[in-house]
């Protein structure tokens, strides 16, 4: 299993950033994906999913701002964020969800600061 998680960086309170993920070792099209985030000091904690068949579920705190979408052509999952907030700030990884134990790619990290 590989993922690979690209397209974050610094952004301002209200900014917007667009995450990839590209995946292998697996079949992505019939796996369920997530995207997570990792802050300082905690766990891996689920952002957002979407089912093979394209249905999205998103936590509270990502409703109305994020958006999850995959190209199973490409094995890419993506996240969609808007109206980033600082408490959004950590580093984002994609998975399975449930995600491979152990097999989180190195993420990437978005900061949300002025």
């Known amino acids: 299993v590989q993922l690979q998680a690209s397209g974050g960086g610094l952004v301002q309170p209200g900014g917007s950033l667009r995450l990839s993920c590209a995946a292998s070792?697996?079949?992505?099209?019939?796996?369920?994906m997530g995207w997570y985030r990792q802050a300082p000091g905690k766990q891996h904690e689920l952002v957002a999913s979407?089912?093979?068949?394209?249905?999205?579920y998103y936590v509270d705190s990502a409703k109305g701002r994020f958006t999850i979408s995959r190209d199973d052509a490409k094995n890419t999952v993506y996240l969609h964020m808007n109206n980033l907030k600082p408490e959004d700030t950590a580093v984002y990884y994609c998975?399975?969800?449930?995600?491979?134990?152990?097999?989180w790619g190195q993420g990437t990290l978005v900061t949300v600061s002025s």
């Open positions: 998975n399975a969800f449930p995600p491979y134990t152990g097999y």
């Open positions: 979407i089912s093979s068949v394209g249905s999205a």
């Open positions: 070792g697996f079949t992505f099209g019939s796996r369920q």
